[in-house]
């Protein structure tokens, strides 16, 4: 899908949660080095205090992000941008490389009030079983949520 297919109708919403999801640059396995990820993870910390917003439930995969992240007082684009900025300066820095870590854009749904937050934060932790990369969610160590 286009990049600009993903800009259509979108709307930041102050106290909306959305349904995130971007991926590396030509699903580039850039958090398959556990360095990496335990990097990538320290810097949500840093994306809520600095965006205002909530990482509710999140898993960073090797290729990709998913997240659910609840906005308090800033755009979501800003959000993600900061975060997708960040990691990406991470990445480059820890492998001396520039270059692409993240592709263009990235895809959200707004939640609306009858979804079941806890139906996709279970879909979203339950990722790298889908992908048969662990057999148990607690063997995974780059995930969170509030829900589970």
């Not at 396995?29 to 320290?42: V, Y």
């Not at 684009?77 to 993240?102: D, E, P």
Request: glycine fraction near 4%; include cysteine.
């Amino acid at each position: 899908m286009p990049y600009s297919d993903l800009l259509k109708g979108r709307y930041s919403q102050i106290h909306r949660e959305y349904f995130i999801t971007f991926c590396c640059y030509k699903r580039t396995p850039f958090f398959a080095s556990a360095k990496l990820a335990q990097l990538f993870c320290t810097t949500i910390t840093t994306n809520e205090q600095a965006c205002g917003c909530q990482w509710l439930t999140w898993v960073l995969m090797p290729d990709h992000f998913h997240g659910l992240v609840l906005l308090h007082h800033s755009d979501l684009s800003a959000c993600i941008r900061h975060l997708k900025g960040c990691t990406a300066a991470m990445v480059n820095r820890q492998l001396q490389r520039r270059g692409k870590v993240w592709q263009s854009g990235f895809y959200d749904h707004a939640l609306r009030e009858d979804e079941q937050r806890i139906h996709i934060a279970r879909y979203i932790v339950a990722n790298p079983l889908r992908k048969g990369i662990v057999s148990s969610v607690r063997l995974y160590p780059y995930w969170n949520s509030v829900y589970l």
